[in-house]
């Protein structure tokens, strides 16, 4: 009798289980090939001076394939968009993970997010979904996780450096990332380098951190018409 392979059961062959999963792999290989694939050329061109073509020619799939997964060349451009911000996200939340006192924490922040089109790229599929509501639900769950990771990441500093901070994790991380869209949406329109938005973005964070012997405060001017000497730093 002839022996039988080891490396999965007998019964896996024929298992329509273990079909679908296989399939859904696939699915999940190819999803991601023509998203990394889409996202450069969508950055350099543009949503209407990318073609279908010329992002199955450089994922090297087909056409067709790109509107199985994605419907239209539009959802392909939001979820690209949505996707290039959360990674952009937890890159700036790693840079940060080595700062020891709360200015050190929100430069690195800004600076990370700053030096990357990803913000500028989501803003764009923003826009997309005004005309495109049946596209609005990725950007809805996109931005709330960003919040929310953003407000466990800030926590986790908070807690892991006894820094006492003005604002909750929550609004802290939904005001950073309002004023990051609007400072780099603005900065990109004056042509600003990624260092002015950076120093921008700071001013109107309006980040003030203050050092004791036992803890780190962080402070965050509350209103744009703070007085300067509730502005300055010790």
């Known amino acids: 009798m002839a022996e039988t392979s080891t490396d999965e059961p007998l019964e896996a062959a024929g298992d329509p289980r273990h079909a679908a999963r296989a399939t859904r792999s696939a699915g999940r290989k190819m999803r991601s090939l023509l998203l990394d694939a889409a996202s450069p050329l969508f950055r350099e061109r543009g949503l209407s001076g990318t073609a279908i073509t010329d992002i199955a020619g450089a ?20 979820e690209c968009a949505c996707r290039d911000l959360l990674y952009l996200a937890r890159a700036a939340e790693q840079a940060a993970l080595r700062a020891r006192t709360p200015r050190e924490y929100i430069h690195a922040l800004a ?5 990357s ?9 923003l826009t997309l979904t005004r005309r495109r509501q049946d596209l609005a639900p990725l950007v809805e769950r996109t931005i709330e996780r960003l919040h929310g990771e953003g407000a466990r990441a800030y926590a986790g500093q908070v807690a892991r450096h006894g820094w006492r901070s ?22 990109y329109a004056m042509g600003r380098s990624p260092e002015e938005l950076c120093a921008e ?9 203050k050092s004791t012997e036992d803890t780190g405060r962080l402070r ?11 502005n300055e730093e010790g």
């Open 166 to 187: 003005l604002r909750a994790p929550d609004e802290t991380s939904r005001r950073f990332w309002a004023v990051a869209i609007g400072v780099i949406l603005e900065g």
């Open 59 to 78: 994922a090297d799939a087909f056409p067709s394939q790109i509107t199985y997964y994605f419907r239209t060349k539009e959802a392909l451009f939001v």
């Open 117 to 125: 089109d990803s913000v500028a790229f989501f803003a764009e599929a």
């Open 111 to 115: 600076a990370t997010v700053t030096a």
């Open 220 to 230: 965050l001017v509350e209103e744009a018409g703070a007085s300067s000497n509730s």
């Open 201 to 209: 973005m700071l001013r109107v964070l309006g980040e003030q951190a």
